[in-house]
């Protein structure tokens, strides 16, 4: 998974070529979730967060809170 935080968009594997009718949307969204949760920052689009997640998880989290603090404003 992977967002632009600009645009919006997610791009999820489970939707990249490997999307059948077979898939319902309870499992794409719980796909979504799951990576939500369990995030990696080994396979990060933002590689400066990611750094941050490994490297100094206590300024990272705070940095999540001020965007969502930023976000819950728009």
Excluded: C, T, W
């Excluded at 979504?32 to 490297?55: C, G, R, S, T, Y």
């Amino acid at each position: 998974i992977s967002e632009n935080e600009h645009s919006g968009v997610v791009s999820v594997s489970i939707l990249e070529g490997h999307y059948s009718s077979f898939h319902r949307l309870s499992h794409i969204i719980e796909s979504i979730q799951f990576v939500l949760k369990n995030p990696n920052p080994k396979d990060a689009q933002n590689i400066i967060a990611a750094n941050e997640m490994e490297h100094d998880y206590e300024q990272f989290k705070k940095n999540v809170n001020d965007y969502l603090d930023q976000m819950e404003s728009v």
